[in-house]
T-cell receptor
């Protein structure tokens, strides 16, 4: 099994550009979520989903959009990139709230 | 608002020592608590998961305990090895908000040969 796959691994954007970070899992997990990790801040929840067609905001949702049209995919869209969005982004999935969460390898994003 | 704190932020120990990492949370209404390991530049690897009804979980040299009423969890690492060097993160799933994980800031562990 591939587990949780994030693409791309690295990305440099100019301020104002938009892009989509991809996340796919092949474990038939219902729960998926996006986090950003900044030095000294730990991981902070951006958006999450408890099933196809259902999404909700986390702690730091501004500037990001998500959708969940299939169980497998949970893309994160940056609408107009800002330097404050420079971070490492992680996607996670789990079968249910009671089971282990699995993380992707991360996307390192730099906005200049 | 649930807040998760990990102490210490960094720890350096000689090889072979037993050690304890601490995690505290402000709201006891949790579904479960999970410990992760993160190597530099890598993703998170799940270590142990403790359900809210459990007191501890063990895997090899790792033992995690949970005291929900006092808002505390500990990760005990026995006979530490240089390969244990990494950042250790704890995260709670709030009760009735199972889609979320709320993380502490992590403890950076260095085990010296």
């Amino acid at each position: 099994n591939a587990g949780v796959t994030q693409t791309p691994k690295f990305q440099v954007l100019k301020t104002g550009q938009s892009m989509t970070l991809q996340c796919a899992q092949d474990m038939n997990h219902e729960y998926m979520s996006w986090y950003r990790q900044d030095p000294g801040m730990g991981l902070r929840l951006i958006h999450y989903s408890v099933g196809a067609g259902i999404t909700d905001q986390g702690e730091v949702p501004n500037g990001y959009n998500v959708s969940r049209s299939t169980t497998e995919d949970f893309p994160l869209r940056l609408l107009s990139a800002a330097p404050s969005q420079t971070s490492v982004y992680f996607c996670a999935s789990s079968y249910s709230a009671g089971l282990y969460a699995f993380f992707g390898q991360g996307t390192r994003l730099t906005v200049v | 608002k649930q807040e998760v704190t990990q102490i210490p932020a960094a720890l350096s120990v000689p090889e072979g020592e037993n050690l304890v990492l601490n995690c505290s949370f402000t709201d006891s209404a949790i579904y479960n608590l999970q410990w992760f390991r993160q190597d530099p530049g890598k993703g998170l690897t799940s270590l142990l998961l403790i359900q809210s009804s459990q007191r501890e979980q063990t895997s090899g040299r790792l033992n995690a305990s949970l005291d929900k009423s006092s808002g505390r969890s500990t990760l005990y690492i026995a006979a530490s090895q240089p390969g244990d060097s990494a950042t250790y993160l704890c995260a709670v799933r709030p009760d009735n908000q199972g889609g979320k994980l709320i993380f502490g800031q992590g403890t950076e562990l260095s085990v010296k040969p």
